[in-house]
């Protein structure tokens, strides 16, 4: 007997032992007899980019929704969303804090590329989820090297490449002066433009780069108009390309205004940049526009102002930031009634990967997301869209990116 005594007790410190030397984030990791789901999100809520924080807003809005209506399998949604000011060193130390004493089960559309590539080999070698990274860069296509990361929207360089396309094919042998943003966001896109214009590239006559700090952009813009160009590519963020749009519809140039999607928000872009100036700009879009009177009738905008009116009433109806958390948050929604009962790291990004023709109620028809172990790029297609004073309406159809395949990690 004192022998059986002697294996209990000792096996019963072995156990404590292992508990004890386990590492931390093993031990904060959900267990299926936790009630919430615990979601981490950093955002601009100040700083240069708050523009952006529309998205966290309308995402913790959405959640409210979702646990007012039940939950998720049972359980309720805590979504606790921070603030980096768009400081990558902040975004890392969020991050840390939203794991390790937040006790987080994954980080879900996180807004920016520097603050996701600042954690993104944080959360790697935690094992957790980075999903739905709101950037379109291609680093968060890479499911062999960074397994636990994954993108949502389609790529800038795919972006870029979409306008070259458009300009060869409704503007040829036109002049084109860009305006891009110093960062890597305004590079990729800059980098799909050259690569989609090809042998034509020549046709780029000047381009002039901005910090992302920057307020005045006057001087790039006389320096653009001398250089004869037919066509300005704006790539930055919302701030200044209302002011780009406003300048230049100041100086006496009438050149096709084609904006970058991330800045196609008409209420932190085109009203601050005067809806007559902003005329015929042309932009892409995946989402629909809430205020085109085309969607009127359109049981999935009924739907979204409904939202809107109830949870997000401070929320601008025409700003697209709210629509894109919304739909964000929807695709996150899927992934998570997937799951079924088992809400580890591993399945999370196991039904993340399992995708298939998942449509947003609020994206445009045709655009589907299809996801897979070696395809962490949700959203492939674009439309090309342009404002007629009042809303975006599109030019011709859905545009698939093909030429965004993923490429395998070496």
């Avoid at 996701?116 to 890479?142: C, I, M, T």
């Avoid at 910090?211 to 930055?236: M, Y």
């Avoid at 601050?272 to 809430?290: E, H, M, R, W, Y």
Wanted: proline share 5%; with cysteine; hydrophobic share 45%.
């Amino acid at each position: 007997m004192q022998t059986r005594r002697q294996t209990l007790f000792s096996t019963l410190l072995v156990g404590v032992s292992l508990l004890l030397a386990a590492p931390l984030h093993a031990q904060q990791a959900q267990s299926p007899a936790d009630t919430d789901i615990r979601i981490g999100n950093v955002m601009p809520y100040t700083g240069p980019l708050a523009a952006f924080a529309t998205i966290g807003r309308a995402e913790s809005a959405y959640f409210d929704m979702v646990n007012e209506r039940g939950g998720i399998n049972g359980r309720k949604v805590k979504f606790i969303s921070v603030d980096d000011s768009s400081n990558p060193k902040t975004a890392l130390e969020q991050t840390r804090d939203l794991v390790e004493q937040q006790n987080v089960l994954m980080m879900f559309g996180s807004f920016g590329t520097p603050g996701n590539l600042a954690v993104r080999k944080y959360l790697n070698e935690k094992n957790v989820p980075q999903l739905f990274v709101a950037s379109g860069d291609e680093e968060w296509a890479h499911p062999k090297a960074w397994p636990w990361t994954m993108g949502w929207q389609p790529t800038f360089r795919a972006e870029g490449r979409i306008y070259a396309n458009y300009i060869q094919a409704a503007y040829p042998n036109r002049k084109i002066a860009v305006l891009w943003q110093n960062d890597q966001f305004g590079r990729d896109l800059f980098r799909g433009l050259q690569e989609g214009l090809g042998d034509t590239a020549g046709m780029i006559v000047a381009d002039l780069a901005f910090d992302a700090t920057e307020t005045r952009i006057e001087n790039q813009l006389g320096i653009l108009k001398a250089s004869g160009a037919d066509i300005l590519v704006f790539d930055g963020a919302p701030a200044i390309a209302a002011r780009a749009i406003r300048v230049v519809a100041g100086m006496d140039w009438h050149p096709v205004f084609i904006l970058d999607n991330a800045s196609a928000s008409i209420a932190s872009a085109l009203q601050p940049a005067g809806l007559q100036n902003s005329l015929g700009v042309i932009s892409t879009s995946f989402l629909k526009d809430a205020g085109d009177a085309a969607w009127k009738d359109d049981p999935h905008i009924k739907a979204w102002d409904a939202f809107m009116d109830r949870y997000f009433p401070d929320g601008d109806k025409d700003d697209i930031y709210a629509v894109f958390g919304y739909a964000a948050a929807d695709t996150l929604l899927q992934v998570l009634r997937q799951c079924g009962d088992d809400f580890s790291r591993e399945n999370i990004m196991r039904q993340a990967a399992s995708l298939k023709n998942f449509q947003s109620p609020i994206a445009l028809p045709g655009i589907v997301i299809n996801t897979g172990p070696n395809d962490f790029r949700p959203i492939k297609q674009m439309r090309l869209v342009q404002f007629d004073g009042n809303a975006w309406q599109p030019i011709g159809d859905v545009i698939e990116s093909a030429f965004t395949t993923v490429r395998e990690d070496n």
